[in-house]
């Protein structure tokens, strides 16, 4: 019997099938693949070339983003630090179950401080890589495809990541996507260099 939280006189129940039967199920490993980065960088464009490229080599994989859980699981959330780290403590432990699953679960979040993505982490250490979408903010100021950069810039958007709130970069992601010469790689050289290493570490096959 255990306290965990504000949840008194809980048990945990153990099930007879586990993740490594469903991992053996679907020839992979369960992990979470966190994409952070500025509004624009690219994480959505990202997350969903990784999904495209695991699902052509017969992978399972699910994508969590941001913006589209913020239609519902997280719409009671705004912008301010504490919805911020609330925002991402859920994604964070939806990611964990999806992973549990035997899914290659790939969430897709500004996530902007260290604290936040090092606490997702901690909930599975071994199975938990951090890809950081390293694009200046010129580039996504440039790109700016929903305006949002343009609002903050006239100041009808307070607190807009970058720009008058921060966005603070790992210091120990497994992955850093950056530009070569000025030029970011394409959509699929990005998911490319993530498929790669998670074949390294073996994540494309069953234990
Ligand atoms: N104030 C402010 N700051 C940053 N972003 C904002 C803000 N207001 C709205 N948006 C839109 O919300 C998307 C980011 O949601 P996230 O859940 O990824 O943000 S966070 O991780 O909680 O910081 C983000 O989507 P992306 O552009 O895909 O990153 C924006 O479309
Ligand atoms: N590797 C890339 N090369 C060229 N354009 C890109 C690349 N990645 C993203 N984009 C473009 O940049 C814009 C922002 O990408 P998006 O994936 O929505 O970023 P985010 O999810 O980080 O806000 C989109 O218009 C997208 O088409």
Redesign the pocket.
Known sequence: MSTVGNSTNIFWHECPVGKVDRQKLLNQQGCVVWIT??????????ACSLGRTLHSRGKLSYVLDG?NLRHGLNKNLGFSPEDRTENIRRVGEVAKLFADAGLICIA?LISPYCKDRDACRALLPENFFEVF?NMPLEL?EE?D?KGLYKLARAGKIKGFTGIDDPYEPPSNCEIEITQKDGI????NE?AGQVVSYLEDKGYLEAQ
């Open positions: 980065g500025l509004s624009g960088s690219g994480k959505s464009t990202l913006d897709s979408l996504c790109r495809p970011c790689p394409t959509p990005m």
